[in-house]
């Protein structure tokens, strides 16, 4: 797989609690070099991403980061809020607790209410596979499709595990047709990312393809 093909599936992502200015300009001119799909970005560092780069990046955040719990009312002000400032990429986190109790429908009302307030831009609906059971990730499947979001994302890579290619293959069996998929957390080298990529995953989520790709 040439190098330039892969990093167009890259969104370069750093969200650690403790990053600071300088580790975010250095991810943004790293994507802009490389021509990464996007960056993925805490919200506290959108709106100055955006005042720094402009049109020169694809601003990507997180909602409902990284535990999902957080009420449907509170996840759409924090869209409001990024859309605001300059982000084009929704990625959220379902309320995983709601999965566990067998309450599909009120997660799929959760993400389809989420992607209204997404609106054109892109919404990634990331479900943490490391907590569900096979039903559980079908269930989800059926949810992402039907509440129209464009992405389902394996992992926040704060949870136990991340992205699995069984994981990717089972998705591919049970999401409808305009859903996308995005790998993320684990993804440690270039032949898990071209993998992922074979496998039909149209954005891989990670820190480090770009230091791997130098």
């Not at 009312?73 to 709601?98: F, Q, R």
């Not at 704060?158 to 293959?169: C, N, Q, S, V, W």
Request: net charge negative.
């Amino acid at each position: 797989m040439e190098k330039e093909f892969i990093l167009s599936h890259i969104d370069h992502t750093l969200l650690k609690a403790f990053a600071k200015w300088e580790d975010i300009v250095k991810l943004c001119d790293e994507a802009i070099e490389y021509k990464t799909a996007s960056v993925c970005i805490p919200q506290t560092y959108i709106k100055r991403v955006n005042e720094k780069y402009g049109d020169d990046i694809n601003i990507c955040t997180v909602v409902g980061f990284p535990l999902g719990y957080n009420s449907t009312e509170s996840k759409v002000l924090e869209i409001e809020n990024a859309l605001a400032n300059g982000a084009k990429e929704i990625d959220m986190v379902v309320n995983i607790s709601d999965v566990k109790n067998g309450d599909y429908k009120k997660v799929e009302e959760e993400i389809a209410i989420l992607k209204k307030a997404t609106g054109d831009n892109i919404l990634k609906v990331i479900i943490e596979t490391c907590y569900l059971n096979d039903k559980e990730k079908i269930e989800m499947c059926k949810a992402v499709t039907n509440a129209k979001a464009d992405f389902i994302k394996t992992s926040t890579g704060f949870g136990t595990d991340g992205a699995k290619m069984e994981d990717i293959l089972l998705f591919k069996k049970h999401i409808g047709p305009d859903v996308k998929i995005k790998a993320a957390g684990g993804v440690k080298s270039v032949e898990d990312i071209e993998n992922f990529i074979e496998a039909g995953c149209q954005r891989i989520g990670t820190s480090s393809a770009v230091n791997m790709l130098k």
